[in-house]
């Protein structure tokens, strides 16, 4: 395992005994709002109302509501929100479809276990698809483009729909990093045909488990996942072909119907810190910080909050040491692990980017002390 990978692993795996400042902090989240949890846990229990069910089909219409769009779609992850986008956009064998290599593995997966080709394009500061660099990629065989909103900021989705509009592609939407937050007041996953959203439970509004959703303003698409989740089972009881068994569970959607309401107060609480964030740590040499929301198009969300540095290492090892948790999201490129068999691919501004940036923590829960404690240490290290 290389060192890298070692930093991620206590993190993705929520263990955060031992540090002052944890990463993430499940706890605190279940010792706010545990009696509510608890109380829709074995109400789903009690009722025996476990598939299929009203728990379900309520997280979808709020969701729906939140978002801005026709319909949301539930699924079990946020991998299999990708992938069955993918399918339902009649995506497949020969197509290619333009993204990033600075993403989690399941947006390239989704393209590939698809039976069609990832074209790899280069991101901006903002650690976003470089919208500029899109139109070269096109070839024949383009079907679909595929932008990540990394870190809580949507990509530029205004250009890349004129794009897509003026080539004939489809648009889905990584969105698992950018619930509630938009571009020119259109939030994620509601410009495109479809977006997709994880809850795992380190996303900004998760779940104890896995479970992901898919929106939607297209009642073709939206039916296709329908029954593509539930074994190619349509809602009239009959069948559409072969599908997945892709559904959320009652008990999922029911401990999601509880949090949701708190979501609007949580990405407030999400972009005071970063704030804060930007005031404490502005003007350090050698130290990036996210960039603003340029004259207000962007309302950013921040499921993290990611800095960048040519002292990475060293720094990321005093934070620890200090006892401050720190995750390298998505630490490498993903055209860099041969296993992929991505190719050769010429990404030196991705390659650069990512292996200079790591994320602080930054969630609802981080007391104004810890965060302080972050901004202290941090300009130590750079003092010396």
């Known amino acids: 395992m290389t060192t890298e990978a070692r930093r991620q ?14 990463f993430v902090n499940y706890r605190q989240v279940y010792r706010d709002i545990g009696p509510e949890l608890e109380a829709a846990f074995h109400d789903v229990l009690s009722r025996g109302q476990f598939i299929l069910r009203d728990e379900m089909k309520r997280f979808e219409t709020q969701l729906a ?11 079990n992850t946020g991998t299999d929100a990708l992938y069955l986008s993918v399918r339902a956009a009649g995506i497949g064998p020969g197509d290619e479809v333009i993204t990033v290599a600075h993403t989690f593995v399941a947006t390239l997966g989704a393209i590939v276990f698809a039976g069609a080709t990832p074209k790899l394009v280069e991101i901006t500061d903002d650690l976003n698809i470089d919208v500029d660099a899109i139109e070269a990629a096109i070839t024949p065989r ?3 483009i595929l932008p990540v909103h990394l870190n809580g900021r949507l990509a530029q989705m205004d250009r890349i729909m004129e794009i897509a509009k003026r080539h004939d592609l489809v648009v889905i939407e990584d969105s698992a990093q950018a619930l509630g937050g938009s571009y020119d007041g259109i939030k994620g996953g509601a ?17 104890p488990g896995d479970g992901g959703a898919v929106s939607t303003n297209d009642d073709a698409i939206a039916e296709r996942m329908i029954a593509l989740r539930d074994n190619g089972r349509t809602r009239d009881g009959g069948q559409s072909g072969y599908g997945f068994c892709s559904r959320m569970d009652n008990i999922h959607a029911a401990l999601l119907l509880v949090k949701l309401p708190y979501l609007p107060k949580w990405l407030d609480q999400r972009r005071e810190h970063a704030a804060a964030y930007d005031k404490g740590l502005r003007g350090i040499p050698d130290l990036a910080l996210p960039p603003g929301p340029e004259g207000g198009r962007f309302h950013d969300v921040y499921q993290n909050y990611v800095v960048r540095t040519s002292r990475k290492p060293d720094a990321m090892e005093y934070l620890k040491e200090r006892g401050i948790e720190i995750l390298v999201n998505c630490g490498t490129p993903l055209h ?24 602080l923590p930054l969630y609802p829960e981080l007391e104004v002390e810890q965060r302080d404690l972050v901004i202290s240490t941090l300009r130590e290290f750079f003092a010396h």
Do not use: M
């Open 9 to 22: 692993t206590p993190t993705t795996q929520g263990a955060t005994t031992g540090y002052r400042v944890p």
């Open 65 to 75: 509501k939140f978002l801005g769009v026709k319909h949301v779609i539930s699924c």
């Open 142 to 144: 383009t079907k679909a």
């Open 191 to 207: 410009w495109g045909l479809a977006g997709c959203f994880s809850f795992y439970p380190a996303k900004i509004l998760g779940t």
């Open 336 to 359: 860099e692990y041969p296993s992929l068999d991505l190719g050769e691919q010429s990404l030196p501004r991705t390659e650069q980017l990512v292996h200079s940036s790591f994320s």
